[in-house]
């Protein structure tokens, strides 16, 4: 009994460790089967990869290969125009390049020419201010000296060379365009790019020079528009200018005759006619004066007519020393001459009265007649 249940543990004991190996054996197989289906798994993902990345690189090497190609060859279209080998191309790149020089220069001419347009319109600004508020009795602060020759001189220059180039870009122009209609004619344009591209390029100068045109005749325009108000506006100057010159004259005038009346001593001598010197020689006929600033209508009784200020002095000095403070004068800016009378009269008759009894006064000699009309 002993034997067989010693046996029988043996048994069991052996067939636990037989499973047991068993066990252990499939589970290796099992991590061995998992780990290949693990590696052919990594290197199917790593083959897959391979293959996008060569068809990626493919595509991308396609790609680049076509944009060169592509590149060369509008390289070589452009070498049509911009390289050409034939004399007709030579001659249609030359004529459009000189196009483009003068397009540059004429367009510089415009801009000098709209500057100075400018500067003109400022100064005119300039001037309608200064006249406006001198006006309002509003000193303003002289300007800048500037040659208005000097500049006209520059505008001058600039409108004769704008002409010029822009004749001669026209002249160009028309030269390229009739190569370009012979050449179509004949068929000796046989490039489709060559065609299109001076068909539009004419297009574009055609454009270009109806600007310019445009352009300039507007600056002309306001350049007349400038140059007509600025003439008013100096104009306006020139008449304020003689407005408070005269203003200015007519009180020192008054001032000189207050103080030769004030301060000239009566000394009642024996002066003789050819004592009084009467300046320019009366008319015998009544002399008839318009536009007389500070003078107020009717008929004067003159008895001397000087042009200089020292001459008309010294006469109104020598009459007041005789005791006639009655003495008066009036300048005449259209003549330029200071009238001295005695007296002022409303009419003709007056006027004829008053001569024929006029006093025995040595100064009353050569006595004549001037009527003012303002």
Known sequence: MAEQKAQEEAEAQAKLLAEQKAQEEAEAQAKLLAEQKAQEEAEAQAKLLAEQKAQEEAEAQAKLLAEQKAQEEEKAKEELITKPKDKVGKEMLALSQQTDSDKASQNQLLEQ?????????????????????????????????????????VLNQIKTDLDNTIENRNKTIKELQELYEDNIETDTIYNE?????????????????????????????????????????????????????????????????????????????????????????????????????????????????????????????????????????????????????????NSINEANYAIKNKTTKPYNTNMSLVKIEN
Do not use: C, W
Request: no cysteine; charged share 35%.
């Open 113 to 153: 020419f709209n500057a100075i347009i400018n500067v003109k319109n400022q100064d005119l600004k300039d001037l309608k201010e200064e006249n406006d508020l001198s006006e309002q009795g509003v000193t303003v602060a002289p300007k800048p000296f500037k040659s208005i020759s000097a500049e006209n001189k």
């Open 193 to 345: 790019e060559v065609f299109l591209f001076y068909r539009k390029k004419l297009k574009q100068l055609k454009t270009e020079q109806a600007e310019a045109m445009a352009l300039k005749t507007d600056l002309e325009v306001s350049l007349k528009k400038i140059r007509f108000e600025t003439n008013i506006e100096r104009k306006r100057r020139i008449k304020r200018a003689a407005f408070d010159n005269e203003e200015k004259r007519y009180a020192q005038d008054r001032s000189a005759l207050e103080r030769i009346k004030r301060n000239t001593v009566v000394t009642n001598d024996n002066s003789q006619p050819e004592d009084f010197d009467i300046g320019e020689k009366p008319s015998k006929n009544i002399q008839i004066l318009k536009n007389v600033k500070n003078v107020e209508n009717g008929y004067y009784l003159i008895i001397a007519i000087h042009s200089n200020k020292s001459k008309r002095d010294e006469f109104l000095t020598k009459v007041v020393s005789t005791g006639d403070k009655t003495i008066d004068f009036f300048f005449d800016v259209n003549t330029s001459k200071y009238y001295i009378y005695t007296k002022k009269l």
